[in-house]
């Protein structure tokens, strides 16, 4: 009768860290792989799985191992048919023998699958949200006490009655207060002497305890039982919360002057951020606003993939985002992001209207505000890197100049949005240069 | 009536199973095999697994405890792709030269399977570990899991006090010279118990407490560069020439930190405990697959097999076994299985109803009616090598149509040299047996010389046979790791082995890094 063991319900995965560590060590050229991978076109396709070609760098093991390509040696193989003694065989291929495994592909040439929460944390890498960090230091708001050890002032509600009493303890026993049971004992022995008839030795006697006794009762009132000296309070020092509550705006044009591929284009951009965002933070809060001429606050479902035809008044949604953030986003407590995607047509006047929003109410109020606009690929080569376009781009140039959080870029092909992505939310802001 | 009796004597009846008829139907496998086969096993454990724990166990070398390491991962991966493009089939099972022996079930397995699986497994290969000469001579079975789990929780407590970095790096080298890890032909030291381990590592501890970075500064003296002893002497003292390429730097590199010496040792046990099972991979599944074929047949004879079962049970047992000729495109090698199978049942065959041709060849064992006995001293001598020396019968030959290719690298063609003719046996059986020599095919790689008190140059020899040389890229490679564990520079000069003329050398100087 064998030992019978069920290991069927142990944890799984047991070879989880030997995995976990062959990534780490293939890391770069995998980052590499799936960047490429995602260039290439298919930006939605980020949030899955992906199957990527096994490195070649760094993840081989070597071994001292005969050459293929050298020397005499002998195959015996079964199923011989129809071969004599001194028959000749040509050599298939490289001049390898019949059947060596020089042929045969090599162990490392395979393509395995990445999880999808393993390509995004490869995909976004590096990036960071623009002055999170930064303007939370700066914006401590929330104090929290932490207890800190010990303080010899403070409110009496605080005292430490433990401490106290240890420092006054040791203080009457430094300086030799009297105890209650020596005054206790003279008394009893005043008492016995006053009992016995009164003669010269005993009065002397008595006369001598109560001056001893009035000697330690002065001393008892000169020596407090609990002195100011003792006395120690908690002590608490008020520690600064970060305050991490994250609001992003995302704001995108749905008008009917926004074609299909600007609308794709934009989404593809959103949902690139909003994986990152996701991914990034655990506490943030997303609010998608579309706008035609008329703006209004939807659910990532329909941000993504509902249509809607219109004309255009940017200002709306800036409006729509501001009245958002006084109602539910007090600036004190959160820190605010914005993104807004367009293909930078508006209603002629309302640019104006755009740069006093932005400008006297929401750049006040957000930490950074990024602003992507989808042109023609054949706009691309005109407006390239000038200052020159459209209507909102102009003006919002103006707003560009003003503020330091605030960044513009085009994109014009699907391959744009990766490089203009990382460019928007790379790790140092302070260094960025606009396309 | 008699239908109802043989009824009741089925073992298991459906595909289904459970720990009860796991149970009976290993005891009677078990009774059967030490009556019939007089098989002398280890203690057994079952363990029931599913087929992810199935792939974790393939990637780390098979054995249920193993430290962490990427390529065990990297392994993995390779071994779940195939798995999943159905590209290979899963073991039905795994055993673990241990003692008690541990045995691997799929949960997948039917019942048919199990039981075909407790006979292979169960009895079989633990017959084959408990009883060959090489595993009871080069392997501890009693202590490799402790020391296993030593092995892995050391690991972890360098990892966390030197950073993975590093204890990685020692790793990577050591597992490069796995390989050159083993002592070919004097016995390994006994794995240490667990109290001398302990020992071990007071004494690391103490030495590291009372290290004094002073003795360093010391200027070489003067007396021993002058009197640089003769070579043989220094050769000696060293215990050179050296095959065991890893003992040889855990015991003299002058780099190796006591950790990474203790780390690059476990490397070497684990490779030295695996070394019996890569030369014995014929008999010792050869051994398991007649063990089961054998003990199957005679349960289905005695009734305690439904037919059903056995149809089942002999579908994998023929897919075991199964063995394409060389110009099929599902060829890949000779299958150890088969090839095992088919020797040891010759051996009954020529005990039992040997040819006048038989009796020629193997005198001593034709018509001695007694293949038991043949067959339990054949498993308990042979290495793989050495059984088809002796045993590789003219009858096998002639039945698999083995023949011999001449390989000549700098010719277009292959020639044949013998078939399985009358003059053809004997060279094919001394080619055939020489394929699994691993000692001959394995690159023949030793320390010869170190100057110690000098410029510590490490010099390696390869020796040549027949002309074969390395692979050019993994030997600069190799070469880089062992020059990481012994801290100078490292050459290789390639000798032949008949003329003893020096072919190369390639030193680590001339490798970039």
Redesign the interface.
């Known amino acids: 009768m064998p030992i019978f063991i069920d290991r069927r319900l142990n944890p799984k995965d047991k070879s989880l860290g030997n995995r976990q560590r062959f990534l780490r060590r293939a890391r770069e050229e995998l980052k590499r792989s799936i960047r490429d991978q995602i260039r290439t076109g298919r930006i939605a396709d980020v949030d899955a799985e992906h199957a990527v070609p096994m490195p070649e760098t760094g993840t081989a093991e070597p071994s001292f191992n005969n050459a293929w390509n050298s020397g005499k040696r002998q195959h015996i193989l079964p199923g011989n048919k129809h071969f004599s003694p001194g028959d000749l065989i040509p050599k298939p291929g490289g001049g390898a023998g019949a059947s060596s495994p020089g042929n045969t592909a090599s162990e490392d040439d395979f393509r395995f699958v990445l999880s999808r929460e393993e390509v995004l944390d490869l995909f976004f890498e590096d990036l960071e949200l623009p002055d999170m960090v930064k303007l939370n230091l700066k914006e401590i708001l929330a104090f929290k006490p932490r207890r800190a050890g010990f303080a010899a002032t403070g409110s009496p509600t605080n005292i430490n009655v433990g401490r106290t009493m240890r420092n006054s303890h040791g203080r009457r026993i430094a300086l030799r207060r009297p105890k209650q049971e020596e005054l206790d004992a003279i008394l009893r022995e005043i008492a016995t002497f006053e009992e016995v008839p009164s003669s010269a030795a005993t009065r002397q006697r008595i006369a001598a305890l109560r001056e001893e006794l009035d000697r330690l009762e002065r001393r008892r009132r000169r020596i407090a039982y609990v002195d100011p000296v003792d006395i120690r309070f908690n002590r608490f020092d008020p520690r600064p919360v970060p305050n991490a509550n994250a609001v992003m705006f995302c704001l995108m044009d749905v008008s009917g002057s926004m074609g299909e591929r600007e609308k794709d284009l934009a989404k593809r951009f959103f949902v690139l951020l909003h994986l990152f965002l996701k991914r990034r933070y655990d506490r943030i809060e997303i609010v998608f606003i579309r706008h035609t001429h008329l703006a209004q606050e939807v659910d990532e479902e329909t941000f993504f993939y509902n249509t809607q035809s219109g004309g255009t008044v940017v200002s709306t949604a800036l409006e729509e985002m501001h009245r958002i953030i006084d109602e539910r986003y007090p600036v004190h407590e959160w820190n605010i992001y914005a993104a807004q995607a367009s293909d930078g047509d508006n209603f002629a006047g309302d640019s104006e209207r755009c740069i006093a929003l932005l400008n006297d109410k929401l750049m006040r109020l957000c930490q950074y505000f990024a602003y992507v606009e989808i042109i023609d690929e054949r706009e691309a080569h005109i407006f390239g890197t000038t200052e020159n376009g459209t209507s909102l781009w102009r003006a919002y140039s103006a707003i560009d100049e003003r503020w330091p959080n605030f960044q513009m870029s085009r994109i014009a092909t699907p391959a744009d949005i990766y490089p203009v992505f990382r460019q928007l939310f790379g790790r140092q802001p302070a260094s960025l240069k606009r396309a | 009536m008699a239908r109802q009796a043989s009824k009741s004597s089925l073992l298991f009846s459906g595909s289904d199973w459970d ?1 009860k008829t ?2 009976r139907a ?2 009677a496998i078990e009774a059967l095999a030490v009556e019939e086969l007089h098989l002398d096993t280890y ?8 087929s ?2 199935m ?2 166990a393939y ?2 070398v098979g054995m249920p405890l193993m430290y ?7 392994h ?3 071994q ?2 195939l798995y999943r493009k159905g590209g290979r089939g899963l073991a039905y099972e795994l055993v673990i030269n241990s003692n ?1 022996c541990i045995v ?1 079930l799929m ?1 997948e397995n039917t019942m048919a399977l199990q039981a075909l699986v407790t006979a292979h497994a ?1 009895l079989g290969h633990n017959h084959f570990f408990k009883n060959n000469q090489l595993f009871k001579q080069w392997t501890d079975a009693g202590a490799i899991l402790s020391y296993l789990d030593f092995a892995k929780g050391y690991i972890v407590r360098c990892e966390e006090r030197h950073g ?1 970095a590093a204890v ?1 790096a020692v790793l ?1 080298s050591a ?6 890890g083993v002592f070919r032909y004097h016995r390994p030291p006994r794995l240490s118990s667990e109290r001398q381990r302990e020992g071990l590592r007071e004494r690391l501890e103490y030495e590291e407490r009372t290290y004094n970075d002073l003795w360093r500064t010391l200027p070489p003296s003067q007396q021993g560069a002058n009197d640089k002893g003769p070579d043989p002497e220094r050769k000696k003292s060293l215990n050179l020439p050296e095959e065991n390429l890893l003992y040889f730097l855990e015991k003299n590199s002058q780099v190796l930190k006591p950790w990474q010496r203790e780390i690059v040792r476990i490397v070497r046990v684990i490779a030295q405990y695996f070394y019996p099972q890569r030369q014995t991979q014929v008999m010792n599944e050869g051994c398991a697959t007649f063990v089961h074929y054998t003990l199957m047949n005679m349960l289905f004879d005695r009734g305690q097999i439904s037919e059903g079962a056995m149809l089942e049970i002999l579908r994998n047992h023929s897919n075991v076994i199964f ?6 495109p599902r ?4 299958n150890p299985y088969a090839l095992g199978l088919d020797m040891m049942q010759d051996i009954q065959r020529i005990s039992t109803k040997p040819t006048a041709e038989d009796r020629d060849w193997f005198p001593d064992i034709a018509g001695h009616g007694n293949w038991r006995e043949i067959l339990l001293d054949a498993w308990a001598d042979h290495r793989d090598e050495s059984f088809i020396r002796q045993y590789l019968s003219p009858a096998l030959i002639r039945k ?10 700098d010719q ?10 009358e ?2 046996y004997d060279k ?1 059986r001394a ?2 047996a ?2 699994y020599d691993l000692g001959a095919k394995r ?1 023949d ?1 030793q320390v010869v010389d170190v100057d110690l008190l000098g410029d510590r140059h490490l010099r390696l020899q ?1 020796k ?12 600069d ?2 070469l880089r ?1 062992i020059r990481r564990l012994w801290g100078y520079d490292v050459s290789l000069a390639a000798v032949d082995a008949e003329t003893g003329a020096t072919l190369h050398e390639r030193s680590t100087s001339q490798i970039a890094e």
């Open positions: 720990f796991l149970s290993f005891d203690p057994v454990q079952m363990e029931i697994i599913s992810q724990q792939l974790d990637s780390s962490r390491h990427w390529s065990f991962g990297k993995f991966l390779h779940d792709l008690p691997y949960e169960a993975l990685e990577d597992h490069a010279l796995m390989d050159q063995q394409p000729a060389f110009d099929d060829f890949s090698g000779i698999w149509r083995f023949f011999v290719l001449g390989d000549t690298a277009p063609h292959c020639q044949v040299t013998s078939i399985h003719d003059r053809g094919i080619a055939l020489n394929s690159p790689i390869h040549v046979n027949h002309g074969i040389l390395l692979e050019d890229t993994s030997r490679a190799t790791h």
